[in-house]
């Protein structure tokens, strides 16, 4: 099975804080993904890579950045916490092949005082 | 902008009832995605298809390309069914519904 592992299901950080999100997958998927969800919104896509030290913006990059130093591994930086990035944040991956259903991890709900 | 419409967003049910979710989207896509999200926020995928019909157990998902509509059945629904449904088309990128949420009473 694979797995996708973020590392805190919950996490609270005062604005301003420069914060580190991480994300691990063990399927040697090529592509990685950051979104954050909040009611009435769905799923929107901040930032991608698919490959090493590659990234893509998505819909809404500001105020963030992201590495991707190693295969399996992909963060998400907050360079300067604001209480608008109060929110859900949930890693996925995937294969290269666009037909390839991507895999989520469990989310990490941060929250920003 | 709004390129998945689901419907309905909210879904109350009673044990057993024959459920459906429907989904329309507006972008040209190579195939879509169901996913179902439990209280507690870790998303799975059920099914990932480009045409016809797949079926899961008691899970079943249609797609009419043409008409750009896809429907997620749930039939014999149970409480453990209880989640946020997900419908995400892949056009150039992955789009995403805001979810029907579904409660099924015992």
New interface residues.
């Given amino acids: 099975d694979v797995k996708v592992t973020q590392s805190s ?1 919950y996490l609270v950080k005062r604005t301003g804080e420069k914060v580190f999100l991480e994300c691990v997958q063990d399927m040697d998927h090529e592509n990685m993904f950051w979104y954050r969800q909040d009611p ?6 901040i930032y991608f890579s698919y490959d090493v030290k590659m990234k893509e913006k ?1 819909d809404i990059p500001e105020g963030y950045s992201v590495s991707r130093e190693k295969k399996e591994r992909f963060s998400l930086i907050l360079e300067s916490a604001s209480t608008n990035q109060t929110s ?1 944040y ?1 890693c ?1 991956s995937s294969f290269t092949d ?10 990490t ?1 941060l929250s920003i005082l | 902008k709004n390129e ?1 419409e689901q419907s309905p967003q909210n879904l109350t049910a009673q044990e057993g009832e024959f459920i459906t979710i429907n989904c329309s989207y507006s972008v040209g896509i ?2 879509l ?1 169901w ?1 179902q999200q439990h209280p ?6 059920l099914f ?1 298809l ?1 045409s016809g019909k797949k079926k899961h157990g008691r899970l079943i998902a249609t797609i009419n390309i043409q008409e750009k509509h896809s429907s997620l059945h749930i039939t014999a629904s149970h409480p453990r069914d209880s989640a946020v449904y ?1 419908c ?1 088309p ?1 056009g150039n ?2 789009y ?4 029907t949420s579904l409660t099924v009473i015992p």
């Fill in positions: 299901r009435g919104l769905g799923l929107r896509l998505g859900m949930l996925a666009r037909n390839q259903p991507q895999h989520f991890g469990d989310g709900r | 998945v190579s195939a995605h996913l507690g926020g870790g998303i799975v995928s990932m480009s997900i995400a892949l990128q992955f995403f519904g805001t979810g």
